[in-house]
Protein backbone atom coordinates (compact mmCIF):
# COMPACT_ATOMS: atom_id res chain seq x y z
CA UNK A 1 0.00 0.00 0.00
CA UNK A 2 1.02 3.52 -0.67
CA UNK A 3 0.97 6.25 1.82
CA UNK A 4 -2.27 7.59 1.10
CA UNK A 5 -4.55 7.97 3.69
CA UNK A 6 -8.32 8.44 3.13
CA UNK A 7 -10.57 10.76 4.83
CA UNK A 8 -12.60 8.19 6.19
CA UNK A 9 -10.45 4.65 7.42
CA UNK A 10 -11.02 2.61 4.99
CA UNK A 11 -12.39 -0.46 7.35
CA UNK A 12 -15.26 2.17 8.01
CA UNK A 13 -16.03 2.52 4.42
CA UNK A 14 -16.63 -1.13 3.99
CA UNK A 15 -18.50 -1.94 6.80
CA UNK A 16 -20.58 1.06 5.53
CA UNK A 17 -21.12 -0.69 1.81
CA UNK A 18 -21.80 -3.59 3.13
CA UNK A 19 -24.54 -2.20 5.25
CA UNK A 20 -26.27 -0.23 2.39
CA UNK A 21 -25.52 -2.55 -0.34
CA UNK A 22 -25.73 -6.44 1.33
CA UNK A 23 -27.30 -5.69 4.61
CA UNK A 24 -28.88 -9.23 4.52
CA UNK A 25 -28.31 -12.19 6.29
CA UNK A 26 -29.55 -14.95 3.27
CA UNK A 27 -27.20 -12.40 0.25
CA UNK A 28 -24.02 -13.87 -0.44
CA UNK A 29 -21.25 -10.89 -1.55
CA UNK A 30 -17.90 -10.93 -2.58
CA UNK A 31 -14.82 -8.71 -1.34
CA UNK A 32 -14.76 -8.52 -5.05
CA UNK A 33 -18.21 -7.22 -5.13
CA UNK A 34 -17.04 -4.56 -2.11
CA UNK A 35 -14.21 -3.44 -3.58
CA UNK A 36 -15.33 -2.69 -7.12
CA UNK A 37 -18.02 -0.50 -4.80
CA UNK A 38 -14.87 1.02 -2.77
CA UNK A 39 -13.10 2.32 -6.26
CA UNK A 40 -16.06 3.74 -7.91
CA UNK A 41 -17.43 6.04 -5.20
CA UNK A 42 -15.14 5.99 -2.12
CA UNK A 43 -12.09 7.76 -0.65
CA UNK A 44 -9.39 5.14 -1.80
CA UNK A 45 -5.78 5.38 -3.65
CA UNK A 46 -6.40 4.53 -7.22
CA UNK A 47 -3.23 2.34 -7.33
CA UNK A 48 -4.62 0.00 -4.73
CA UNK A 49 -5.78 -3.94 -5.43
CA UNK A 50 -7.83 -6.41 -3.89
CA UNK A 51 -4.95 -7.31 -2.30
CA UNK A 52 -4.43 -4.15 0.22
CA UNK A 53 -7.59 -4.28 1.28
CA UNK A 54 -7.81 -7.93 2.38
CA UNK A 55 -6.77 -7.50 5.91
CA UNK A 56 -9.96 -5.31 6.46
CA UNK A 57 -12.13 -8.17 5.00
CA UNK A 58 -10.12 -10.78 7.21
CA UNK A 59 -10.85 -8.10 10.24
CA UNK A 60 -14.57 -7.84 9.50
CA UNK A 61 -14.76 -12.28 9.55
CA UNK A 62 -12.72 -12.59 12.93
CA UNK A 63 -15.13 -9.51 14.64
CA UNK A 64 -17.68 -11.65 14.08
CA UNK A 65 -19.79 -9.61 11.11
CA UNK A 66 -19.34 -11.84 8.42
CA UNK A 67 -18.39 -15.44 7.81
CA UNK A 68 -16.07 -16.42 4.88
CA UNK A 69 -18.55 -19.20 3.47
CA UNK A 70 -16.37 -19.74 0.17
CA UNK A 71 -13.36 -18.99 -1.40
CA UNK A 72 -11.46 -19.13 -4.93
CA UNK A 73 -7.65 -17.46 -5.02
CA UNK A 74 -8.24 -13.83 -4.09
CA UNK A 75 -11.79 -13.86 -3.98
CA UNK A 76 -13.93 -14.69 -0.57
CA UNK A 77 -17.56 -15.14 -0.75
CA UNK A 78 -19.52 -13.78 2.54
CA UNK A 79 -22.61 -13.92 4.36
CA UNK A 80 -23.52 -11.41 7.39
CA UNK A 81 -24.35 -13.14 10.38
CA UNK A 82 -26.86 -10.80 11.11
CA UNK A 83 -28.75 -7.24 10.14
CA UNK A 84 -25.79 -4.76 10.81
CA UNK A 85 -27.09 -1.72 12.35
CA UNK A 86 -25.72 1.82 12.29
CA UNK A 87 -24.13 4.18 14.99
CA UNK A 88 -21.93 6.87 15.77
CA UNK A 89 -18.71 7.01 17.48
CA UNK A 90 -18.53 10.11 19.63
CA UNK A 91 -14.76 9.87 20.24
CA UNK A 92 -13.36 9.76 16.39
CA UNK A 93 -16.76 11.09 14.98
CA UNK A 94 -17.69 8.41 12.26
CA UNK A 95 -20.74 6.64 12.06
CA UNK A 96 -20.19 3.52 12.51
CA UNK A 97 -21.96 -0.29 11.58
CA UNK A 98 -21.64 -2.96 13.45
CA UNK A 99 -23.61 -6.06 13.54
CA UNK A 100 -25.13 -7.15 16.72
CA UNK A 101 -23.19 -9.95 17.79
CA UNK A 102 -20.17 -8.24 17.67
CA UNK A 103 -17.97 -6.79 20.52
CA UNK A 104 -19.57 -2.49 21.00
CA UNK A 105 -16.55 -1.23 19.85
CA UNK A 106 -15.39 1.32 17.47
CA UNK A 107 -14.30 -0.85 14.69
CA UNK A 108 -11.85 2.46 13.29
CA UNK A 109 -8.62 1.30 13.81
CA UNK A 110 -7.22 4.42 15.13
CA UNK A 111 -9.96 5.03 17.77
CA UNK A 112 -11.10 1.31 19.26
CA UNK A 113 -13.68 3.41 21.36
CA UNK A 114 -16.36 1.65 23.40
CA UNK A 115 -19.75 2.51 22.14
Known sequence: MSDFTPKT?????IR????EKFN?????FTNDDVF??????ADIDS????????????????SGMARNVAQNFTTIHLKIFDPIE???CA?????????PSEEKKCPNSSCKSVI
Open 9 to 13: PIELQ
Open 16 to 19: KIIF
Open 24 to 28: DPDTI
Open 36 to 41: GILKET
Open 47 to 62: SWIIDDVESFFNEICD
Open 86 to 88: KSH
Open 91 to 99: SCNFDIHLG
